[in-house]
């Protein structure tokens, strides 16, 4: 066989809808197909599933910053009650444990009889005309196709939707560079008493009582301290910075979560990168991974030299995913733009709410996208399901954080509660499709909605 004429493969897997990648917005749109009867296969290059949420370690779930924080989507709440069965999760909803929502979400998907093929990466696509036919994968066994009727793009980066010709925007057009990535990580064994008591010192040393808290007899915490910020541990990282043991890096965006579930563990959002930043690179993949691991040696040394509580701490866990905030996003039949988000635009076939502030790191807003927002009593922009389907491809769609949005769009539409809700659509429209007998063109986002309210989403 010639090395290049991959689509004579060995077909080794089908089914009727294909999720390539496993992460907030694939298992989402995995599970949700699944409910509808259709037989759903997802692929994912790990042997777990949550992606950035719980490889990269992405905790907690943000506010859409709608009143009431309606989640968009019904998954959300079966989610919920079982985190809060695992005691990973919080009454809010906000917060969880990264490590074991890997659980809960295997969980979902096995009872909703989705099936699973782990570290299988998908490097290639088939298409004929302007139908993905199949997707190529690579794992133990070697390579080989796995054929769909309708695929969906979970991947992030829009892998799928790009070796299919989809177009894309990537990075900031005024600068050309994507956000800033995160290498994330957790510490464990912390007396969060002693941490406590850090935190009030230094408040009355400093008279500044901000961003940095312990709570609930230790078991919640909270602290920030980016560079910049006058907040209570703005001197400790000064000096600290100024005697070597930290980088002005490490004091540009520092920031700590507790977990439910975890005492004693904080999950730490940080350390941060400004250069070498593509997430589509595997290089700078690589250097964020060396990078990263040396800071959070580093902290953690600062940690116990200036702060008290660390004595016996340790690091628990070093995200195996780099954090990629931004990386590609495709084309679609609608493309979200910075005006839509603060015009709070809406659209008749909306399937996702959100008030999500554009949050662009490394980068101040400026003034151009400073749009009046629009005053119809609705504080929120929606995203149209034609923001999931693929331009000019027949039976693709794409969700999560690489969906149709330009970039300054997508700093809003990144966070997860709207990849859920996204993937949650897309795996409902692709069953509607199906069903149906039509493309997933013809499906109307109107009827998506109408399943995910039915089923117990909660919309503004
Ligand atoms: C550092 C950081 C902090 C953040 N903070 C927050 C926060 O506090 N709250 C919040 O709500 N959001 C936050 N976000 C945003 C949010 O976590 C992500 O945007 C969101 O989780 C992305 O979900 P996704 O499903 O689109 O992609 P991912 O979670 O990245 O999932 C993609 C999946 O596809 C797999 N995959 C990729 N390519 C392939 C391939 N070719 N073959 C097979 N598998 C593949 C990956 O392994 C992964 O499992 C943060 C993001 C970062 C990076």
Redesign the pocket.
Known sequence: MNALDLSRLPVTKEAEVVV???????VFAAIACAHLGKDTLL????GS?????T??L?????SVHIPGNPQCSYLYNLLQEKLLALGAGNAGGTAFDPLMLRYALEQMCVEAGVRLLYH????EVIREGDTVTAVVIANKAGLSLVKGKIFID????G??SVRAGAEYNKGNPETGKNQP??L?YIIDGIDMHALAECFAQEAERTGISKNAGVWNDGKEMYADCCRGANVTLTKLFEEAVEAGDLTVEDHIYWQAFGMPGRYGSIAF?CP?FFENIDGTDPDDLSISQVKGKEAIVRQLAFYKKYMKGFEKAYIAEIAP?V???ESREIVTDHVLTAENILGKQKFADMISQSNYPIDIHGKQLTNRYLIEPADDGKPWYEIPFRSLIVKGLDNLLV????IGAEFIAEASV????T?RST?EAAGIGAALALAGNKSIREVDGADVRAIMIENGANFA
């Open positions: 390539c990648g496993g992460g907030t917005a694939g692929i994912e290059q790990f599933l949550g992606g950035t949420a490889n990269g992405v905790t907690p779930l943000m299988t990466f998908i490097p979970a991947t992030g980066d892998d799928i990535m995160s994330r959002n941060e995913m954090g990629v905030r969700v999560g954080r690489c990144r966070v997860q509660p990849a993937g």
